[in-house]
Structures are given as structure tokens and as C-alpha cells.
């Protein structure tokens, strides 16, 4: 309409009772949804835009799997497999959009979101991985190695023939200890006592029992009694039982913060109780240090293996990047700084006294790593030992560790 014909001035225009035609247009809804559902099909159309440029880079950058979670089952909280369990889990971690690893972000398996679950300890954790609640676990090789034969179970439990090995982590240390004023000096003189031999489900308890057998004493020659380590190390600070038997990594932190609080002692395991243990697949011999727990003198004892363990049924190819993951440097930068016993992971240690089998996708990164030869089938116990006796253990910098990163 031109100037020289203005419109008529509308008189409500400026009154705001007065109605509004687009307020009673029957159209507006119609107008209103179509301009909704326009906006969240273009937030729809960028979003998967989005994840299939993700989806391109992850593939650029490692093993192709999809976005999934994997639980880890580790320990009571404070142990050492909380603590190294939190890290790997964080190390295994690459969630989609997070930067590569070339470029300073994660390392890990991308997609995969790794997290962890307190437990009450390695079998606690093999029984988890059968039911199928986690998908991974730290468990003690001993522990795995009856369970997957079914040998000396407690009673009404079944064996889990499916448990598979990915990689030796550390070795955990037989721990029993007493205060410093006690007369015992062997764990002879503990028959007859009160002594806390571990929480239901830890690996601890049946390594306790191997302990006595391996002394000619019977669960009968002392009055065990069930309890998580800060129960025990408790009790033995009030005088309510003479001893305890914790298998951890060395240092052990609750052990450690015992003996801020009174002297202790660690009882050894002599060199003919260590032959008996030694029969056995899984155990070497150790030595708790001078100094460590404020010991006055080194105590010889034995060590088993920490090992991460998952079900025959996993994913091939999952466990393969996961393999690879858990080796990489930066993890094991990031494990070293967590704790002392993060030291001793090496992929060079990484296949001894496993006691089963390693998983099918472990033993292909592993072949592709040069740790197994391609040749060469993998012994079904899973005892294998590509690293000859007395041989020394490579550090981070050494070029092994360092072709994982591909």
C-alpha cells in the first residue's frame, strides 16, 4: 500500500486488552510444531554428523570397536587393586570425542569406558565374571588357577573352566604380621592363637590355608577369624587376635598405616615351607625389604601373581585393543606414579605364572608384539614363559614397551 493511502489507524493496536488475531489463529499450532520439529531434525542431522566424524577418527586411530562400558572388578577400597584397578581402568578409557593419543589425550581402547567395582577380592571377582556382572577383574593367579580346574573349592562353589588370563600385572606378597613385642617368631607358634585370615571372597583366605598346610597345621590349630584387612589390623593394635594374613602388594597401605601407629613384625615363610608352596605353578619367592613397615631386618616370605583376568567369552578383538592399551607407556607412567607396585608391570613379566590360559585376543596382540612367537601354540595351563629364568626385566624406555603404542 503506498503513502499517499496510509492505513487506517487501528484502534486497539495499543490497548492491551484488546484480542490479538494471532492469538485465536487456529493455524499457529501447526505453524509452531513444524518449526520444532524442523530445529531438532537439524540438531539430529549436525549430532550425527558429528559422531560419524568421531567414529572416522577413531578408527584412524586404533582398533575399530564401537562405544561400550567395561567393569573392572578390584578390591576393598585403599588395597592395591583399587588403587592400580582405578588407574587401568582410566588408562583403558578413550571416550568418543576425547583428543587422540598422538595428540596428548587418552591412549586407551576408543569408545570403551572402562570403570571399576570394590569387591571383597579375587574370588569374590572370579564368581562376578561367571554370573557375567563385570566384564574384567584383578584376581590373585592362585585363585584363577583353582577356579578355572575346580581344585580345592569351598564347598558348593563350581569351577570356571571360561576364566582367561589378559597379563601378569605385579606380584602380591604374603603378608603375616604381628606386633613387635610378640613371642611368635614362626607361624608355628601362632597354633592355638586367634588370626585373622582374610574376608570371605578374598583370595587371602585360601592362601592363609596353603600357608598352614604348608606348616603341618590344620585350620583347626588356630582360631582363624574372618575379617577385611582394616578389621584385622585393627584388632591386632587392641590385642584381639595375635596375628593377621593380608597378601597385597608391598607396601601395603593399610599395613603401612598399622605401623605408624605401633611397631609390627612380619613373620617368615621359611626356605622348606616355600619348597611346598613352590610345587605350585604360581608362587615365587620374595623378600619384604629392611625398612619397609619399619622392619629392622629383610623377611623372606612368597608372592603370587596379580593377573587381569576376563571370560573366554569376551570380545576377540576388544580384548586385543585392550592388551594393547594396558602395555602402552603412558599407561604404565600412569601406574608407576600411582603405586610402588606399579614398578613391576612390564610387558616382559607380563606372561609369567599366569597358571591359565590367556585369551585368544591377548594372544594376538601379543604375537604381533614379538612376546609370543606366531608359530609357536600357546600351552593350554597358560604357564608360558617367554622370558628365560634370571633374565633381566626391561624398563618403560626399552623399544618392546615402546612398539605397543602402534
Known sequence: MSAANPSPPDPDRNDPAAPRYGDQDPYRFIFST??????????LIVLVGFLLSQGADSRNRADPVGPRFFQIGTGQAGGTY????????????????????????????????AVTQTSEGSVANVSALAAGTIDGALVQA???????????????????PE?????????????????AES??????????????????????????????????MRRGAIDGIAASTEQAADWLLSGEIEAFVQV??????????????????????????????GELPFFTEETVPAGLYGLAEPV???????????????????????????????????????????AEMSLFNALLGLGIPLHEGAVDRYRSLGRLPPAVPVPGDGTVAPTPAGAPVAGPDEPDLQAVAG
Open 248 to 277: 597385597s602388594g608391598a607396601p601395603d597401605r593399610i599395613i603401612a598405616d598399622l605401623a605408624e601407629r605401633t611397631p609390627i613384625r612380619l613373620l617368615p615363610v621359611t626356605e622348606a615351607e616355600a619348597a611346598v608352596l
Open 300 to 342: 623372606r616370605t612368597v608372592g603370587v601373581g596379580a593377573l587381569l583376568v576376563v571370560s573366554e567369552r569376551a570380545d576377540r578383538e576388544l580384548v586385543s585393543a585392550i592388551t594393547g592399551a594396558l602395555w602402552h607407556p603412558r599407561t604404565l607412567d600412569l601406574v608407576r606414579e600411582e603405586h610402588p607396585k606399579g
Open 82 to 113: 583399587f588403587s592400580i584397578g582405578g588407574v587401568i581402568a582410566s588408562a583403558l578409557s578413550a571416550p568418543i570425542g576425547a583428543p587422540a593419543c598422538e595428540k596428548g589425550g587418552s591412549c586407551g581402547v576408543p569408545g570403551l569406558i
Open 163 to 179: 576364566l582367561r588370563a589378559v597379563g601378569r600385572l605385579f606380584t602380591e606378597t604374603v603378608h603375616v604380621v604381628v606386633r
Open 34 to 43: 513444524r518449526k520444532a520439529i524442523g530445529a531438532i531434525i537439524l540438531a
Open 183 to 216: 613371642p611368635a617368631r614362626t607361624v608355628v607358634d601362632l597354633a592355638g592363637g586367634r588370626v585373622a585370615v582374610g574376608a570371605p571372597g578374598s583370595g587371602t583366605r585360601e592362601i592363609a590355608r596353603m600357608l598352614l598346610d604348608a606348616h603341618d
Open 142 to 160: 592362585d585363585v584363577a588357577w583353582r577356579y578355572a580346574r575346580g581344585v580345592n573349592l569351598p564347598e558348593g562353589e563350581a569351577a570356571v
